[in-house]
C-alpha cells in the first residue's frame, strides 16, 4: 500500500473517531461518571494522536495531548465534570475535527483560537502543565555531608498491580491480530503472570478452528501507568472483552484457586495456568458446553471501503439494466406473439431480478444521517454563542439511511436552517423565563422513511413566526401589493422570496440578504419540497420531503402537446379530468378551476415550454395538482397520462444544459429520451411570464371571497 494510501486510510478512520467522540461528549453530558463513556472519548482523542504521530502532524498531535491529558484526568476522577469543561470538550473537539480537515487539506487554520482553547486545557491541569512543558533531567550536586541512598526506578513500591481478563472475539482473528504479540508487549511491561481460560473449548466434533475459544486472565506488576496498557490493546479495540482495573500494590498467591482434580460437573469455568501446565498421557474427560449455546462473536461488523467512484459506475450500470429489461418488455409487446405463459413469467422475474439489484445497489450508497446531525450539534453550539443565547440539540432517527449525494448537498441548507432556528426562533433567557420555558431553548432535528421518501424536520421551541413583521417587509421591499390579503401559509412562505430577511441589522449570523431562498433552491434541486409551520409562543418546524436516491425515481409517463415525458409522482397531489363548467377563463386568457369550492390556477405546460400543437387540444387534457410553497396549489394543463413507472435519472447539465421547467431526463422503454419536468420552475415560468394566471387567479378570490 503507497504512502498516499495509508495517510487516506488515516483521514478515513478519523471521521469515524471523531463520529464517536462527537457521540461520546453527548453521552457524556446525561451521564458525567460513566467511565465507559468517559474511556471511550479518551480512546478516540488518543488514536488520532497516535495516527497523527505516524504522518509527523505535530500540531494535531500537541493539541490532541492537551485534550486527553484533560481526559485523563477525568478518567483518574481527578477531575469533576460540569457545565464549564463539557462546554471547553465540545469546543476541542470541535478544533480537533478543524485540525484534522486542515492536515487533511493542507490548509492553515487560526493560531489565536487554538491557543485560547490549549490554555483553557492546561488550566485544568494546573503545575502539571508546567512540568511537562519544563520537564528537564535531574542533576547531581555534590554537597558535603551524609550520602542519602535515593529509591530505585525498579523499587516494588513504586509499582501497581493490574488485574486484566482479555477474551478475544473470532473477529480478531480474521482481522489479523495475534493474542501472543498482546502478552509479550505486556511482558515488556513488568512482571506478567498469565493464566488461560479453556472452558470454552468444544468437544472434537463441534470445535471449529476460525472461532475464538480461548481467554486470558492476567497480573501484571508494573510502574507504568494505565494509559500504557490501553495502548498495547489499542488495535483490537472492539475485537475483545478487555477489562483493567487496578490495586495499590502487588499481590503474592496464585490468580484464582486450585483446579479440583476431579472431574468438572460443567457449571465451573476452570482456568489452566500456563506456567505450571504439564502435558497429560490423555485427554481428560471433559465436555464443553454445547457449539449453539456459545456467546456470539463480539465486535464490530466486517465492512469494505470501496471508491466511490466505482460504486457509481456500477449504479450507472445497473441503470442502463433496468433500461435495458423495459426495452426487451417493449420489444416483446410489440411482437405482438400468442400469450406464452412460461415467456410471460421469465419475463416478470427478469423484472423483479433487476429491481432487486437495483435497491441492492442503492443501498450501497445509502450512509445514515448520524455524521450530518453531527456536525449540526456543533453549528448549534456556535449560534448560541454567537447571538448570547442558550439552546440545546435533540436528534431523533439519526439511524435513517439516505443516498450520500443527497446527504452532501444537504449539509449547507440543513446548516443555514438550524442557525435561523437558533437567531430568530428561539428568544433570550430572560424571555424565556418570562413566558414560563425553560431558559435554554431546544432545537429538534428529526429524519424518518415515509412514503418512499425522507423526512427531515427542523424544529424550535421559540415564539414562533412574527407574520405581521414578515408581511410588513415584505409589502416594505415591494414584493407584495400593500392592499393584499394572505392567509397565515402564504405570509410563511414569504421566507422563500429571494433577498426576503426580517433582521434589523447585519449581524455575523444574519442581516445579509442570504434568506431562506438559497435553502429551498438547494432543496429543490435535490427533487425535494420544503414547507413550514408555526404556532405564536410554541415554535416553529421546517420539513424537507427528499427522495431517497438522486439515480431513480417514480414518475408518471405524459404527453405533452405530441412529446412523451415523465413527471415525479411525489409532486402530485391528485389528477383531474375536468368538467368544462369547473373551467373559469380569467383576464384575457387565464384559467382558473373549481376545486372543492376554491379556484386555483392553471398552468398550461405546453405553453410554458413552447411546444406546439398539430391539433386543437388548448382547452382539453387533464390536470394534475401540485402544491408550491410560493403559489400553493396549481393545476398543470398536460394531454395525457400513458403509465406510471421508475425510471432511471440522466443529468440534463452534464450531457447537453440546463433547461427552465426540466430537471434531468431518462430514456423509456422504446429506446427514445423522455424529460422529466420540474413542476415548481414550471410554476415559477409562468408566474414571471407576461400572461400571469396567479395575479388573475388572486384578484378572482378577492371578487368571490
Not at 421551541?461 to 416594505?476: H, P, T, V, Y
Request: proline share 6%.
Amino acid at each position: 500500500m503507497s504512502g498516499n494510501s495509508i495517510r487516506d486510510t488515516f483521514f478515513e478512520e478519523c471521521e469515524e473517531l471523531l463520529e464517536a467522540l462527537v457521540e461520546g461528549l453527548s453521552q457524556m453530558e446525561q451521564a458525567p461518571d460513566d467511565m465507559e463513556v468517559v474511556n471511550a472519548v479518551f480512546r478516540s482523542v488518543h488514536s488520532i494522536k497516535g495516527g497523527a504521530g505516524a504522518f509527523a502532524l505535530d500540531r494535531l498531535v500537541s493539541f490532541a495531548h492537551s485534550f486527553e491529558t484533560v481526559m485523563d484526568k477525568v478518567r483518574d476522577r481527578d477531575l469533576a465534570v460540569d457545565e464549564k469543561l463539557m462546554s471547553l470538550f465540545h469546543r476541542a473537539g470541535d478544533h480537533l475535527s478543524d485540525l484534522v480537515e486542515s492536515a487533511r487539506d493542507e490548509t492553515h487554520l487560526d493560531d489565536e483560537a487554538e491557543s485560547g482553547l490549549i490554555g483553557e486545557l492546561d488550566s485544568y491541569l494546573g503545575d502539571e502543565a508546567a512540568a511537562e512543558e519544563f520537564s528537564f533531567d535531574a542533576v547531581t550536586l555534590d554537597f558535603d555531608g551524609p550520602a542519602i541512598e535515593l529509591p530505585s526506578e525498579d523499587d516494588s513500591s513504586a509499582m501497581r498491580v493490574f488485574d486484566i481478563r482479555f477474551e478475544p472475539s473470532r473477529a480478531l482473528y480474521e482481522n489479523g491480530h495475534e493474542p501472543l504479540l498482546i502478552l509479550d508487549a505486556l511482558a515488556d511491561l513488568g512482571e506478567l503472570t498469565v493464566e488461560a481460560d479453556i472452558s470454552r473449548i468444544p468437544v472434537f466434533d463441534a470445535f471449529d478452528p476460525a472461532d475464538a475459544f480461548l481467554s486470558w486472565h492476567m497480573r501484571l506488576a508494573s510502574s507504568e501507568p494505565e494509559t500504557t496498557l490501553h495502548e498495547v490493546f489499542e488495535f483490537v479495540e472492539g475485537l475483545c472483552d478487555l477489562d483493567i482495573s487496578v490495586t495499590t500494590g502487588p499481590e503474592e498467591g496464585p490468580l484464582t484457586a486450585p483446579l479440583d482434580p476431579e472431574p468438572s460437573t460443567g457449571t465451573e469455568e476452570p482456568i489452566a495456568e500456563i506456567e505450571a501446565a504439564e502435558p497429560q498421557d490423555e485427554d481428560p474427560p471433559y465436555e464443553g458446553p454445547p457449539r449453539e449455546r456459545r456467546k456470539e462473536p463480539r465486535g464490530p461488523k466486517p465492512t469494505l471501503r470501496v471508491d466511490l467512484d466505482r460504486v457509481d459506475r456500477l449504479i450507472n450500470t445497473v441503470g442502463e439494466l433496468i433500461i435495458n429489461q423495459a426495452m426487451i418488455s417493449q420489444r416483446i409487446e410489440e411482437l405482438d406473439l400468442p400469450t406464452v405463459a412460461h415467456l410471460t413469467n421469465e419475463l416478470e422475474a427478469y423484472k423483479l431480478l433487476a429491481r432487486d439489484i437495483q435497491e441492492g445497489v442503492m443501498a450501497i450508497r445509502a450512509q445514515p444521517v448520524k455524521p450530518l446531525f453531527q456536525r449540526m450539534s456543533r453549528i448549534v453550539r456556535e449560534a448560541s454563542d454567537a447571538t448570547g443565547k442558550k439552546a440545546k440539540m435533540v436528534t431523533v432517527g439519526d439511524s435513517t439511511e439516505v443516498d450520500k449525494t443527497v446527504i452532501e448537498r444537504l449539509a449547507d441548507p440543513l446548516t443555514h436552517m438550524v442557525r435561523n432556528a437558533v437567531d430568530h426562533g428561539l428568544e433570550k433567557p430572560d424571555g424565556r423565563d418570562s413566558a414560563g420555558k425553560d431558559p435554554v431553548g431546544t432545537i429538534r432535528l428529526s429524519a424518518s422513511h415515509r412514503s418512499g421518501s425522507v423526512f427531515i424536520e427542523i424544529s424550535d421551541d421559540g415564539a414562533g413566526l412574527n407574520r405581521e413583521r414578515i408581511l410588513a417587509k415584505a409589502i416594505e421591499k415591494g414584493l407584495v401589493p400593500p392592499d393584499v390579503e394572505l392567509s397565515d401559509p402564504e405570509i410563511d412562505n414569504l421566507l422563500f422570496l429571494p433577498g426576503f430577511s426580517t433582521a434589523g441589522e447585519v449581524s455575523a449570523l444574519s442581516g445579509r440578504g442570504v434568506g431562506m431562498d438559497v435553502v429551498k433552491n438547494a432543496v429543490h434541486a435535490l427533487g425535494g419540497r420544503v414547507s413550514i409551520t408555526s404556532t405564536p409562543g410554541k415554535g416553529t418546524t421546517f420539513a424537507i420531503v427528499l427522495p431517497l436516491t438522486l439515480a431513480v425515481m417514480d414518475g408518471f409517463v405524459i404527453s405533452v402537446a405530441d412529446q412523451t415525458m415523465v413527471i415525479p409522482i411525489s409532486s402530485i397531489l391528485e389528477t383531474i379530468r375536468p368538467n368544462p363548467r369547473d373551467i373559469h377563463v380569467v383576464g384575457t386568457d387565464s384559467q382558473v378551476v373549481s376545486v372543492r369550492g376554491s379556484y386555483v390556477p392553471i398552468v398550461d405546460v405546453a405553453d410554458n415550454l413552447g411546444l406546439s400543437r398539430h391539433d386543437d387540444t388548448a382547452g382539453a387534457g387533464i390536470l394534475l395538482l401540485v402544491s408550491t410553497e410560493l403559489q400553493g396549489l396549481t393545476a398543470l394543463r398536460v394531454t395525457a397520462i400513458h403509465d406510471q413507472r421508475q425510471v432511471v435519472i440522466k443529468s440534463l447539465e452534464s450531457n447537453y444544459a440546463a433547461i427552465r421547467g426540466v430537471s434531468a431526463a431518462t430514456i423509456l422503454g422504446d429506446g427514445k429520451i423522455a424529460l422529466i419536468l420540474d413542476p415548481e420552475e414550471l410554476i415559477n415560468l409562468a408566474h414571471a411570464s407576461g400572461n400571469d394566471p396567479f395575479a388573475q387567479h388572486s384578484r378572482m378570490e378577492l371578487r368571490h371571497g
